[in-house]
């Protein structure tokens, strides 16, 4: 796996993953909504530490300073 994310990605999703993380600690969202926002944090910090996203490799993009942002399909 080559890194597609830059370190402002990396950080905004690691801070979003850990407001989610909090929101359901504290009771503040539960249910349905409390289970989906902890499978998204988990994404979010896995792709975070692991400075791949599966998705931006499926569209050809990169949010690292310098490097090719699209994928051209021919």
């Known amino acids: 796996m080559k890194k597609n994310m ?4 990396r950080v905004i999703r690691a801070t979003i993953s850990v407001i989610f993380l909090i929101l359901y600690i ?3 969202v539960t249910g349905t909504l ?8 988990g994404m ?3 792709t975070s ?3 791949y996203c ?3 490799a499926l569209f050809g993009l990169s949010t ?3 490097e090719r942002k699209h994928r051209h399909v021919v």
């Open 64 to 66: 690292i300073p310098g």
């Open 54 to 56: 599966p998705m931006y």
């Open 6 to 9: 830059g370190t402002t990605d």
């Open 34 to 41: 409390g289970i989906v926002l902890l499978l998204v944090a």
């Open 49 to 51: 530490i692991t400075a």
């Open 26 to 28: 504290t009771g503040m």
């Open 44 to 46: 979010f910090l896995l």
